[in-house]
T-cell receptor
Framework: GAVVSQHPSWVICKSGTSVKIECRSL??????MFWYRQFPKQSLMLMAT?????????EQGVEKDKFLINHASLTLSTLTVTSAHPEDSSFYIC?????????FGPGTRLTVL | RKEVEQDPGPFNVPEGATVAFNCTYS??????FFWYRQDCRKEPKLLMS???SGNEDGRFTAQLNRASQYISLLIRDSKLSDSATYLC????????FGPGTRLSVLP
């Protein structure tokens, strides 16, 4: 099946720093990618839809100035968590869409101290 | 009412059992339906799409009832490796995930 990668797979940072997470579709082009957040024992929550060449569409309650999304190419979307705080600690997962379906990256575990 | 609802679980079944998961959705304009499987601390993986006529993949059978806005997943002859959380996903204007149903297959 299609492959989506994320980098880094886990990151620990100090409160107040910014963290960038990359999502790449390795063997297909994705005009649309999605960013999710998952807290322990909860389902995925869509944060935003990343569209190549245009602004991301954010879900209600998600601060666009805190979670910066850049979809610079058909194979790469980045999520930057700015001025991270401990409550931002979570599992961040991206997915990319092709005709066959939606494929997920392996996720990035962010821990903010 | 939530957009996508699933059996709350958890389901604890012995190996070899048949288990069925139910999912209901509220948006009648929904177009596509999927079942995903998520192992603990891992990303969800597409298990199967759900077609209007119903479809089968090995031990897994998916059914769709548009009139009742209901989807099901049947797992026959369950294996220990089937233990996971099963997510119902509905696509209308966006992909909406159900809360998931946890399955534990016991030896």
């Amino acid at each position: 099946g299609a492959v989506v990668s994320q980098h880094p797979s886990w990151v620990i940072c100090k409160s107040g720093t910014s963290v960038k997470i990359e999502c790449r579709s390795l063997d297909f082009q994705a005009t649309t990618m999605f960013w999710y957040r998952q807290f322990p024992k909860q389902s995925l929550m869509l944060m935003a839809t990343s569209n190549e060449g245009s602004k991301a569409t954010y879900e209600q309650g998600v601060e666009k100035d805190k979670f910066l999304i850049n979809h610079a190419s058909l194979t790469l979307s980045t999520l930057t968590v700015t001025s991270a705080h401990p409550e931002d600690s979570s599992f961040y997962i991206c997915s990319a869409l092709n005709l066959a379906g939606k494929y997920f990256g392996p996720g990035t575990r962010l821990t903010v101290l | 009412r939530k957009e996508v609802e699933q059996d709350p679980g958890p389901f604890n079944v012995p190996e070899g059992a048949t288990v069925a998961f139910n999912c209901t959705y509220s948006n009648s304009a929904s177009q596509s339906f999927f079942w995903y499987r998520q192992d603990c601390r891992k990303e969800p993986k597409l298990l199967m799409s759900v077609y209007s006529s119903g479809n089968e993949d090995g031990r897994f059978t998916a059914q769709l009832n548009r009139a009742s806005q209901y989807i099901s997943l049947l797992i026959r002859d369950s294996k220990l490796s089937d233990s996971a959380t099963y997510l119902c996903v509905v696509y209308g204007q966006n992909f909406v995930f159900g809360p998931g149903t946890r399955l534990s297959v016991l030896p």
